[in-house]
């Protein structure tokens, strides 16, 4: 079935890194442009950056421009969030999704805690 | 960037009822508009795209409505696996914001 699994996450010092995966499944992959939306503990949904489906596309939110990266490897069904300069605020569970009606496919999540 | 005014914050309910939430846009998005649900750790569910199109095997007890700049969503009978956060999304310009979500409860 249609599915995307999130990795990568974990507990990281202000100033760190850290590179979030997404594998998804189910589909073709290569067709779709893709997403990467965070949530805060006990806050919304904030949108972070989005990527089309040959990354000719690439958009961020303001509040991590210049400090993420979103890529993808279409050969392995993947999609990347490289996060440098963590913030104590980039505390969050990032989802990646797939933007096409909405986001109609969502992940479960993968928890980036910077502390 | 658009925003997305969501209302009420919060609301309870008793089962059977009716039950309206509002999403304001700050600018015109045609019918760029979607509906989430939220339960407690996990993913939010797309229920409704483009306004008012409900996503494959969504009740029918959800419906969404408007244009423009004004949208509601609705639940006509209150189930208590309605229980959740209920989001907004705008798509008709980067970056797609979110309201900032209804807590539904049961009264």
């Known amino acids: 079935q249609v599915q995307l699994v999130e990795s990568g996450g974990g507990l990281v010092k202000p100033g760190g890194s850290l590179r979030l995966s997404c594998a998804a499944s189910g589909f073709s992959f290569s067709d779709y442009y893709m997403s990467w939306i965070r949530q805060a503990p006990g806050k919304g949904l904030e949108w972070v950056s989005y990527?089309?489906?040959?990354?000719?596309?690439?958009y961020y939110a303001d509040s991590v421009k210049g400090r993420f990266t979103i890529s993808r490897d279409n050969a392995k069904k993947s999609v990347y969030l490289q996060m440098n300069s963590l913030r104590v605020e980039d505390t969050a569970v990032y989802y990646c999704?797939?933007?096409?009606?909405?986001?109609?496919?969502w992940g479960q999540g993968t928890t980036v805690t910077v502390s | 960037d658009i925003q997305m005014t969501q209302s009420p914050s919060s609301l309870s309910a008793s089962v059977g009822d009716r039950v309206t939430i509002t999403c304001q846009a700050s600018?015109?998005?045609?019918?760029?508009l979607a509906w989430y649900l939220q339960k407690p750790g996990k993913p939010p569910k797309l229920l409704i795209y483009d306004v008012s199109n409900l996503e494959t095997g969504v009740p029918s007890r959800f419906s969404g409505s408007g244009s423009g700049t004004d949208f509601t969503f609705t639940i006509s009978s209150l189930q208590p696996e309605d229980i959740a956060t209920y989001y907004c999304q705008q798509y008709d310009n980067l970056p797609y914001t979110f309201g900032q979500g209804t807590k539904l409860d049961i009264k």
């Open positions: 990527i089309s489906s040959s990354a000719s596309t690439i």
């Open positions: 999704a797939r933007p096409r009606f909405g986001m109609d496919v």
């Open positions: 600018q015109d998005i045609s019918n760029y």
